[in-house]
């Protein structure tokens, strides 16, 4: 009895892999696929911008009412350019007693208002504000938020819709 060898022939060259073709429809369609399932980063980046600018002011606005209650002087949060329609954007500085400036902010990647039309908040010996102050950051596109300054320095905020 012979064995009988099988021999297997070489798969032809179309069935060997993808033509590229194949390939770059695939590729579109994955593309198009992780275009849908991946948020916009955007919108995050620019709340995120927002939030940082609020809480640097809350901080600005806490710095300058403890200094006038530690030092029982007036101190000022001013802005440092005024000649611009984003006059707190363009950065702002706690000043001391004599004008003498103690920190300087730098300026913002967003629009910054007092819509009170002030361009200084000043903060009694005693922690007190003349008068309170209500502002409003608005980023390049999206939501922004407003800031509210009591006249005892306390400051709340609450979600904005810029246009």
């Known amino acids: 009895m012979g064995f009988l060898k099988t ?7 179309s069935a060997l892999g993808l ?33 940082a600018a609020a809480n640097r002011l809350h901080r600005a606005v806490a710095l300058a009412r403890t200094a006038a209650l530690t ?3 007036s101190h000022h949060l001013r802005v440092r350019e005024a000649e611009s329609e984003n006059p707190w954007g363009d950065g702002y500085a706690l000043l ?5 400036p103690l920190r300087v902010f730098p300026a913002e990647p967003l629009t910054i208002v007092e819509r009170s039309g ?10 007190r ?18 800031l509210t300054v009591a006249l005892t320095g306390r400051v ?3 979600p904005l819709a810029c246009d």
Do not use: Y
């Open 7 to 13: 021999m297997k022939l070489p798969p032809s060259s």
């Open 19 to 51: 033509t590229l073709l194949e390939m770059l429809v695939t590729l579109a369609v994955l593309a198009a696929l992780a275009q849908l399932a991946l948020p916009d980063f955007s919108a995050v980046f620019s709340q995120g911008r927002v939030a």
């Open 71 to 73: 030092q029982g002087q």
């Open 96 to 100: 001391g007693a004599m004008e003498i």
């Open 118 to 127: 002030g361009q200084a908040l000043t903060f009694s010996p005693q922690g």
């Open 129 to 146: 504000l003349a008068t309170g102050a209500i502002f409003t950051l608005c980023p390049s596109f999206g939501p922004g938020l407003e």
């Open 156 to 158: 709340s905020q609450a």
